[in-house]
C-alpha cells in the first residue's frame, strides 16, 4: 500500500517514543522522493507495514541507535536475508562504541556507512545532508533534497543551532516534540511543541509535522501550542497517514 505515488511523499509508520501504544509502533517512516524508496529509522512496527515491500527500499537511515528508533531493525535483516540471499541494503548510523552499534554492523544483509560529523552524501539525484544534532545519545538530523523539494527530519533533539540549517526552507519539516511547554522536563532530551515550531518558523518551513509522540501526551495541547508560533499548516502525524509534498 506504500509503494505507487506520484509526487513526494512521507508514510509514518510509527510515531510513539519512547514507547509505543497498544496496537501502535515507535519511530519509523518511508519517505519516498526522487524515485528513492527511503526508511528513515526502523522502530517498532516497522516490518508489520511494510512487509515483503522491504526489498524495494534504496536505504535505511539510523537517526541514532535507541531502542525506540531500531527496535524492528534486526528482524528486518532476517526478512531480508530470507527474502533474498543475496540482497544487501545501505544502511547510515551514527558511528558510536557500544554493542548496538557493533551488532547491527554484523548482520550480513546490511551494508554499513557509519556516520561521523556533519555528512552529505547522494544517491542518484537525491542529496543528503547529516547534522548532529543534541541528545544523549549521538543523534542526527537529516536533510534531503531533490530538484526544488526539501525535506527534513529533525530525529531526536533538544534545542540546537543545528536546527535552523536543517530546516531551512524545508516543504515538510518532522520534528521531534515528545513534549508540551507544560510537561517539558529539565534538563530536556527533547522538544516542546512550541520549540519545534519556532524552531520551524525561523528556518522559513512551510509544512510542520510534530512526532515522537509521548504515548501518555496530549495531541490536542502539542498541535495547538505549535500553531501559536508556526504560520504554516502543522499537526501531530497519524499512524498510517500519508503526507505529500
Known sequence: MYWGYKMDQLTVLGKYGPYAKEGSGTSAYLLLMGGKKMLLDCGTGALRALGESILELDCLILSHLHPDHVCDVLLLEQSLRMLDPDHKLDVYLPKTDGPVYDLIGSLDAFSIIPLTGETEFVRGDVSFKMIPLSHPLLSYGVRICHKDKVFAYTGDTTV??????????????????????????SPAAHLSALQAAKYAEKAGAKALLLTHVHPRGDEAAMASEAKREFCGPVSVVIEGAVYDF
Open 160 to 185: 540546537d543551532d543545528g536546527l535552523l540549517p536543517l530546516l531551512q526552507g524545508a516543504d515538510l519539516a518532522l520534528m521531534d516534540a515528545a513534549f508540551t511547554e507544560k510537561t517539558l522536563p
